[in-house]
């Protein structure tokens, strides 16, 4: 296969008018499928029915006698505690327990230090005139809509196989007071698939910054969330290396069981060090006075131990896996070799990220939507919307099932050929 942009016109005349037959046949099938957004499907939703029925009538009351039906432990039982200490690897002392959604913690998290500010803050964040966020790109776009809805002047920065370029971060905190904070998401990063390595943990844990209230919102949605059990890999306990790095204050943790039971009606937590958390903690006191245990119960009784819980992403991978794969063959197929796109093969998390040729991805995300394919919009994976390069697309492959998800790709590959010889064709 030769690079499309080594093609002569004449080639690439042909090519198109190729392209345009199959994307007219596509069309013609009057598709409808939607690979926008990074849910579970209904297999995986199946794998925890056996939760529903582990609270019922008779057994409320926790492993110390809580009733839990009644008001009460703000911070979570400590069943559920041991829980996210298995799947974040921090001691369960310094772990809250929230209702259904990590996301809702953190945008808590940062409505309290625009409220009230962080230990060290002279004042509350809101009091700040200038106020700025270091976005790791492509990213998460409901991180970028919080920081963005609360006044956040967001400055992109590049990730790498290994985590967000580390000598970009370490510049730009050390010289500008205020940047007071940076998105990450260390394990199976949202979307490129890619886990931080040790040397980044240890370098955004060391790095000086000039902001003395500096946060790191270290958001580990996928912390166990493999699709290749055997290639795993683990990122070091980021609240240990914060407290021997002598910048103890600098991390929130976030992880939820939005993708290991029911997306909508998990479990989240928020970990830190023991002088943040008891500031979550009074805070909390006043927020509730107590959340919702009965679900915290079902999910300590469902996953008691570490095998079960290895037991359930298991049996997720299987369900999974094949869809990634296909969305990678059929890239393969229809893109590989022709110099246009170049996309991850992730070991684990939800998400492919694919890079087209520059100046496409928008161009692209219309084709496929006129020919019935809905994507993420391009430009999602970018602070405000705006990818400069206008590359990148994130494919969510979890949700459709197997033949939408192969037909999907090849809508995508063939749209992708399209736009990118209509480009080579007007630069000629
Ligand atoms: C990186 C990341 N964080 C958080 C979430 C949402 O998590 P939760 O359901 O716990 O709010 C997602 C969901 O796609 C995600 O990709």
């Known amino acids: 296969m030769k690079p499309l942009a080594q093609e002569d016109r004449q080639t690439l005349v042909q090519l198109k008018s190729d ?22 499907c209904a297999q995986q939703l199946d794998i925890a029915n056996p939760l529903h029925g582990l609270v019922d009538g008779t057994n409320y009351f926790s492993e110390n006698k809580t009733d839990c039906r009644n008001y009460g432990v703000p911070t979570g039982l400590d ?9 974040t690897g921090i001691d369960p002392s310094l772990i809250v327990i929230g209702n259904n959604a990590s996301l809702s913690l953190m945008y808590d998290t940062l409505m309290r230090s625009m409220v009230f500010g962080e230990i060290e803050s002279d004042r509350p964040w809101t009091n700040e005139s200038i106020r700025k966020w270091l976005c790791p790109v492509p990213g998460y776009d409901r991180h970028f809509a919080i920081t963005e ?13 290994d985590g967000p370029d580390m000598d970009k971060v370490e510049k730009l905190v050390a010289s500008d007071a205020s940047i007071k904070g940076i998105w990450c998401v260390p394990q199976y990063s949202n979307p490129d698939g890619y886990v ?22 270290w958001d580990n949605a996928y912390a166990i969330h493999d699709l290749y059990p055997e290639h795993r890999r683990r990122i070091p306990n980021i ?9 103890p204050n600098r991390f929130y943790v976030y992880a939820s069981t939005s993708k290991i039971t ?14 943040n958390i008891a500031r979550v903690k009074k805070q909390l006191s006043l927020r509730t006075i107590g959340p919702e245990k009965l679900n915290q119960l079902r999910h300590a009784r469902y996953i008691p131990d570490m095998e079960t819980l290895e037991g359930i ?21 229809e893109l590989g070799g022709l110099g246009i796109a170049s996309w991850c093969k992730p070991d684990g998390g939800y998400f492919i990220s694919l890079f087209l040729m520059k100046g496409t991805a928008g161009k692209v995300v219309d084709a496929a939507r006129k020919a019935g394919v809905l994507l993420t919009p391009a430009g999602a994976t970018y602070p405000y919307g705006k990818d400069p390069d206008d590359s990148n697309i994130r494919i969510a492959p979890t949700l459709p099932s197997l033949p939408d998800i192969e037909t999907a790709i090849h809508v995508l590959g063939i749209c992708a050929k399209l736009v990118a010889v209509e480009q080579l064709l007007d630069q000629q």
């Open 79 to 87: 069943e559920c505690k041991n829980l996210f200490s298995m799947i």
């Open 196 to 217: 931080y390595s040790d040397e980044v943990c240890k370098r955004m844990a060391s790095m000086k910054t000039a902001a003395k209230d500096f946060r790191v919102f």
């Open 149 to 161: 809805t609360l006044g956040f002047e967001m400055i992109p920065v590049a990730m790498t196989p």
């Open 239 to 247: 609240l240990a290396l914060a407290e021997q790095s002598g910048n």
């Open 313 to 333: 992403m298991k049996k997720h991978a299987e369900i999974i896996r094949p869809k990634f794969e296909a969305v990678d063959a059929i890239l393969f197929e």
């Open 19 to 40: 392209l345009i037959a199959q994307y007219d046949d596509y069309c013609a099938r009057q598709l409808s499928l939607d690979m926008t957004r990074g849910k579970p």
């Open 262 to 275: 029911l997306a909508g009606s998990g479990i989240a937590c928020i970990a830190a060090n023991a002088d």
